[in-house]
């Protein structure tokens, strides 16, 4: 399973565009890039998956370079609700077992 | 169900005592996973089922930690003689097939306290 590097924390402002960026320089060729958004006290929920590119879906897109060595998460003119976690996943589709979670990127938006 | 359910939500229980948790996935959902979560920590992957088939139970930390999904609905994660470092919320997850690539959906985890 590749595995998956992410910044720790990150802190914006309301309304502004944020980033994440997730480096995964051993993914494989049949890997799929997945993002989970994790709220306090609640289960990790999908986000927005992608193979190469770019995904664009009504939360969030998914920047993809031709390498796939890494995957950015942009969310859109963030709010104080976006305030959460951020889990980057990779594995295949519909072939991988084990499923694991890192520590995540843990996003502060504030006011 | 709507939802992935998982029972109890909240558990105490006396250390040396065996618990049970139970997840009722999404009904239809062949794919199930226990993940167990510390606070400030993401999901560590437990074990997963692909219908009654426990395929993967490398997550799991120790011999007194079992799960089984006999009929390839219901699962339950049994923790036996049960220890304080147990304390964790316990999360149970299930998707239309097999692996990453098809969307995990998460219950909302049973919090297990151990005193």
């Known amino acids: 399973l590749a595995k998956t590097t992410q910044p720790i924390s990150m802190d914006s402002y309301e309304g502004q565009e944020v980033n994440i960026t997730c480096s995964h320089n051993?993914?494989?060729?049949?890997?799929?890039i997945t993002w989970y958004q994790q709220f306090p006290s609640q289960g990790p929920r999908f986000i927005i998956q992608g193979y190469k590119t770019k995904v664009t879906n009504e939360v969030a897109s998914l920047f993809i370079p031709a390498d796939r060595k890494s995957s950015t998460l942009s969310l859109p003119r963030v709010s104080l609700s976006d305030t959460a976690v951020y889990y980057c996943?990779?594995?295949?589709?519909?072939?991988?077992?084990?499923?694991?979670f890192g520590a995540g990127t843990r996003l502060f938006v504030k006011a | 169900g709507a939802g992935v359910s998982q029972s109890p939500r909240y558990k105490v229980t006396k250390r040396g005592q065996d618990v049970a948790l139970r997840c009722d996935p999404i009904?239809?959902?062949?794919?199930l996973y226990w993940y167990r979560q510390a606070l400030g920590q993401g999901p560590e992957f437990l074990t997963y089922?692909?219908?009654?088939?426990?395929?993967?139970k490398s997550g799991l930390p120790n011999d007194r930690f079992s799960a089984e999904r006999p009929e390839g609905s219901i699962s339950t994660l049994t923790i036996q003689r049960t220890e304080q470092r147990d304390s964790a919320m316990y999360r149970c997850?299930?998707?239309?097939?097999?692996?990453?690539?098809?969307?995990?959906?998460f219950g909302e985890g049973s919090w297990l306290t151990v005193v």
């Open positions: 089922f692909n219908y009654e088939a426990q395929q993967d």
């Open positions: 009904s239809g959902h062949v794919s």
């Open positions: 997850a299930s998707s239309p097939q097999g692996g990453l690539g098809n969307t995990i959906y």
């Open positions: 051993n993914i494989a060729t049949n890997d799929y």
């Open positions: 996943l990779v594995g295949e589709k519909g072939g991988g077992f084990k499923t694991i």
